[in-house]
């Protein structure tokens, strides 16, 4: 007799059940958001990109859907026309190279392989030594390769203690992708705890994080950027935008089946779909709170100048509107395919 497994018991009690997600504007209200005035000229230059080159149907359509200068608009409206180019090929890069490793999960030798190219890559792409051992960088797709261009503009902002520092962040989300096909392979959810400790690894956003202050032409003290402070924003903002992206990509996964989410294993917990989702929400008020607590005390140091206020300031705000422009951009990409189900009042209702 045939037993399912964790995951699929979940999945079949969710299925056709309706999600109702009330309104996540309201909780970001007091924060800023924007898009950036460069929008349109960039995705015009993308989309004449993708259409000249040579890539599969799936993957053209993956990228539309994401809409990569949508993306980079909402989530660095200030940023100006030469950097927003640069986080625009950025966002290209990840998404690629994060569904590449998905993709050879099946063959883990294959991803071990990419996992140590590319990080080959990227610390002699960022100025900061080549192959160990003398041996040449194996990657040939000019994809991944781009991330050479990427560099280039980072090394001409970015001392080598920030490149240091951006490195330590890619690396580790490289290395945290063995947790992601772990978890992927398992056949039941993780708590609620362990899904966390993982998920801030696994969801890529202290790679994109690391290019804050490029974005914001900013340079934060060493002193502060090690501090508890800023690895509780950090850790927030990673914290706030997974949280959105659980919600609202929803369907989306369980149309692909998976259930590895904060909101099934809320639900699991709670046997209440919409309960996890206000609790879900309550979550996410509680981290924008923590959020602002903490950034005023980081801005209120004595030990700050002027211009090193200027700069917190900036990258502070800088966070936020990562948030608040993720949620945007979530609710106008067709990645989600939630816009055809909200409301005018704001809600997105769709039946699972």
């Given at each position: 007799?045939?037993?399912?497994?964790?995951k699929?018991?979940?999945?079949?009690?969710?299925?056709?059940?309706?999600l109702v997600?009330p309104?996540?504007?309201?909780?970001?209200?007091h924060?800023p958001?924007?898009?950036?005035e460069?929008?349109?000229?960039?995705k015009?230059?993308?989309?004449?990109?993708?259409a000249?080159?040579?890539?599969?149907?799936?993957?053209?359509k993956?990228?539309?859907?994401?809409?990569?200068?949508?993306?980079?608009?909402t989530?660095w409206?200030?940023?100006?026309?030469?950097?927003?180019?640069?986080?625009v090929?950025?966002?290209i890069?990840?998404g690629?190279?994060?569904?590449?490793i998905?993709?050879?999960?099946?063959?883990?030798?294959?991803?071990?392989g990419l996992?140590?190219a590319?990080?080959?890559?990227v610390?002699?792409?960022?100025?900061?030594?080549g192959?160990?051992?003398?041996?040449?960088?194996t990657?040939?797709?000019p994809?991944?390769h781009?991330f050479e261009?990427?560099a280039?503009e980072?090394c001409?902002?970015?001392d080598?203690?920030?490149?240091?520092?951006?490195?330590g962040?890619?690396?580790?989300?490289?290395?945290s992708?063995?947790?992601e096909?772990?978890?992927?392979?398992?056949?039941t959810?993780?708590?609620?705890?362990?899904?966390w400790?993982?998920?801030?690894l696994?969801?890529g956003?202290?790679t994109?994080?690391?290019?804050?202050?490029f974005?914001v032409q900013?340079?934060l003290p060493p002193?502060?950027?090690?501090s508890a402070?800023?690895e509780?924003?950090?850790?927030t903002t990673?914290?706030i935008n997974?949280?959105v992206n659980?919600?609202?990509?929803?369907?989306?996964e369980m149309?692909v089946?998976s259930?590895?989410?904060?909101l099934?294993?809320l639900?699991?917990?709670?046997?209440?779909l919409?309960?996890?989702?206000?609790m879900s929400?309550?979550h996410l008020?509680t981290?924008?709170?923590e959020?602002?607590?903490?950034?005023?005390?980081?801005?209120?140091k004595?030990a700050l100048?002027a211009?090193?206020?200027?700069?917190v300031?900036?990258?502070?705000?800088?966070?936020r509107?990562i948030?608040?422009?993720n949620l945007?951009?979530?609710?106008?990409?067709?990645?989600?395919?939630v816009?055809q189900?909200?409301?005018?009042?704001?809600q997105?209702?769709?039946v699972?």
């Amino acid at each position: 007799m045939y037993v399912r497994n964790e995951k699929e018991l979940v999945a079949k009690r969710l299925k056709g059940q309706r999600l109702v997600i009330p309104d996540m504007r309201p909780i970001f209200a007091h924060w800023p958001r924007g898009q950036n005035e460069n929008y349109q000229v960039v995705k015009d230059i993308i989309d004449k990109r993708f259409a000249a080159q040579s890539m599969k149907e799936e993957a053209r359509k993956a990228f539309d859907n994401m809409n990569p200068a949508l993306l980079a608009a909402t989530w660095w409206p200030t940023a100006s026309m030469k950097q927003y180019q640069v986080l625009v090929d950025l966002i290209i890069w990840f998404g690629y190279w994060d569904d590449l490793i998905e993709n050879l999960s099946p063959d883990p030798t294959a991803a071990e392989g990419l996992r140590a190219a590319t990080k080959d890559l990227v610390c002699q792409s960022l100025g900061l030594g080549g192959p160990e051992d003398g041996k040449d960088i194996t990657i040939s797709n000019p994809l991944i390769h781009s991330f050479e261009h990427i560099a280039k503009e980072v090394c001409a902002v970015y001392d080598e203690e920030q490149r240091r520092t951006l490195l330590g962040h890619i690396d580790q989300y490289i290395d945290s992708t063995r947790l992601e096909a772990e978890a992927d392979r398992s056949d039941t959810l993780p708590s609620l705890k362990r899904y966390w400790e993982v998920r801030i690894l696994t969801s890529g956003m202290g790679t994109l994080l690391g290019f804050t202050e490029f974005a914001v032409q900013a340079k934060l003290p060493p002193s502060l950027v090690r501090s508890a402070e800023y690895e509780s924003l950090w850790v927030t903002t990673i914290v706030i935008n997974s949280i959105v992206n659980d919600l609202i990509s929803f369907k989306k996964e369980m149309k692909v089946g998976s259930v590895l989410s904060s909101l099934a294993i809320l639900y699991r917990e709670v046997d209440s779909l919409d309960a996890a989702v206000h609790m879900s929400l309550a979550h996410l008020r509680t981290l924008v709170d923590e959020f602002d607590r903490t950034a005023n005390a980081m801005l209120s140091k004595s030990a700050l100048d002027a211009d090193e206020v200027d700069s917190v300031s900036k990258v502070v705000n800088a966070l936020r509107m990562i948030n608040t422009g993720n949620l945007e951009w979530s609710l106008q990409a067709k990645r989600y395919g939630v816009g055809q189900f909200m409301t005018a009042a704001g809600q997105i209702r769709l039946v699972l």
